[in-house]
């Protein structure tokens, strides 16, 4: 195992904690389950043709001349959702590298070359929530490409299959309430962004571990 991919494994699992304060928000509905689009959503088995959809180019190793971590913790009536690993890598490529990880999880990198692409320049590693961009340019992305390439739907009105009247949804920057376009929040290093739908959790995340 080389530096870079040793690197890659040692990444520490992050938690979900590193909060912020209480919630604080008026938000305090339950969101009735969807009757279609509810969670889980799994890495979908198209990372090529989605990376593509999302307006980025697929390569077939990593770039790290730009680097940046941004985190997303997605909680509906208050419980954690998991953002799944591999979203953004063909992980069936035999030049991508798998590793299980401490809590029985599996991470997915290690890539020095691919026959074909097989990486995007925004993906999951693991299933801690952290976005890495990794490109040849210093170009940051926004979470509505992470979205397409996960294939969950996100709009102003609606994450999933929940929409708003019916599912309070609220976002948050670092801790505080965004009310922009969440497409447009760009991933930047260090940025922490929360998706709340229905009843809030206890307390809203301003942070992630290591940031």
Same mark, same amino acid.
Request: net charge neutral.
């Given at each position: 195992?080389?530096?870079?991919?040793?690197?890659?494994?040692?990444?520490? %699992?992050? =938690?979900?904690? @590193?909060?912020?304060? *209480?919630?604080?928000?008026?938000? +305090?509905?339950?969101?009735?389950?969807?009757? !279609?689009?509810?969670?889980?959503?799994?890495?979908?088995?198209?990372?090529?043709?989605?990376?593509?959809?999302?307006?980025?180019?697929?390569?077939?190793?990593?770039?790290?001349?730009?680097?940046?971590?941004?985190?997303?913790?997605?909680?509906?009536?208050?419980?954690?959702?998991? %953002?799944? =690993?591999?979203? @953004?890598?063909?992980? *069936?490529?035999?030049?991508?590298? +798998?590793?299980?990880?401490?809590?029985?999880? !599996?991470?997915?990198?290690?890539?020095?070359?691919?026959?074909?692409?097989?990486?995007?320049?925004?993906?999951?590693?693991?299933?801690?929530?952290?976005?890495?961009?990794?490109?040849?340019?210093?170009?940051?992305?926004?979470?509505?490409?992470?979205?397409?390439?996960?294939?969950?739907?996100?709009?102003?009105?609606?994450?999933?299959?929940?929409?708003?009247?019916?599912?309070?949804?609220?976002?948050?920057?670092?801790?505080?309430?965004?009310?922009?376009?969440?497409?447009?929040?760009?991933?930047?290093?260090?940025?922490?962004?929360?998706?709340?739908?229905?009843?809030?959790?206890?307390?809203?995340?301003?942070?992630?571990?290591?940031?």
């Amino acid at each position: 195992m080389g530096p870079r991919l040793a690197a890659l494994f040692l990444f520490p %699992v992050l =938690a979900l904690a @590193g909060c912020g304060g *209480k919630s604080g928000s008026k938000q +305090s509905s339950s969101a009735p389950r969807p009757a !279609t689009g509810a969670p889980p959503w799994p890495a979908p088995p198209n990372p090529m043709e989605l990376t593509r959809k999302a307006g980025l180019v697929p390569e077939r190793a990593e770039f790290l001349q730009y680097h940046v971590h941004a985190h997303l913790d997605v909680f509906v009536n208050g419980k954690p959702i998991r %953002v799944p =690993a591999g979203i @953004g890598i063909n992980i *069936k490529d035999p030049g991508v590298t +798998s590793a299980k990880l401490a809590d029985g999880s !599996t991470s997915y990198g290690g890539i020095e070359l691919c026959r074909r692409v097989c990486i995007s320049p925004l993906h999951t590693h693991d299933d801690t929530g952290v976005l890495h961009t990794e490109t040849k340019t210093v170009q940051p992305n926004r979470l509505g490409q992470f979205f397409t390439e996960w294939a969950v739907r996100l709009t102003p009105e609606c994450v999933g299959g929940y929409c708003r009247p019916e599912a309070p949804i609220a976002i948050y920057v670092d801790g505080q309430a965004n009310d922009g376009d969440p497409r447009e929040i760009e991933l930047s290093d260090g940025k922490e962004i929360a998706i709340v739908i229905g009843a809030p959790p206890s307390s809203i995340p301003s942070t992630f571990p290591g940031y």
